[in-house]
């Protein structure tokens, strides 16, 4: 009896240190991302989970920035930068778009 209630004590020792442990944390992430006029092709970003993200975004016009799911939304002034710092907490695919000419700047997938 007291060798079974050992083991059940070291195996919940086991599940705590299990539950406690997790993946290291991701490390910040830094977006730079400049708009020329008329915008490219539609480039892909990808995230970490989890990680604090510093996104900056230059457009050649003055425009309208809108980044879908985690809902950032900011008016721009042509060659002036906006910079949004935001924790990638939700995992998926989100477009980052121009609310000014309908362009798709960028799929932002969080994985
Ligand atoms: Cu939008």
Not at 100 to 107: E, P
């Amino acid at each position: 009896m007291k060798i079974l209630l050992r083991l059940l004590v070291s195996l919940f020792a086991a599940v705590a240190l299990v539950a406690c442990g997790g993946p290291a944390p991701a490390p910040p992430q830094t977006v730079e991302l400049t708009i020329p006029d008329p915008p490219g092709a539609t480039q892909r970003i990808e995230l970490p989970l989890g990680a604090e993200v510093t996104m900056r975004i230059t457009t050649a016009i003055d425009d309208h920035a809108h980044l879908h799911g985690y809902e950032l939304e900011e008016y721009t002034v042509a060659g002036e930068t906006i910079e949004w710092v935001f924790t990638a907490n939700m995992a998926g695919t989100y477009e980052l778009e121009s609310h000014t000419t309908d362009s798709i700047w960028a799929d932002v997938v969080v994985s």
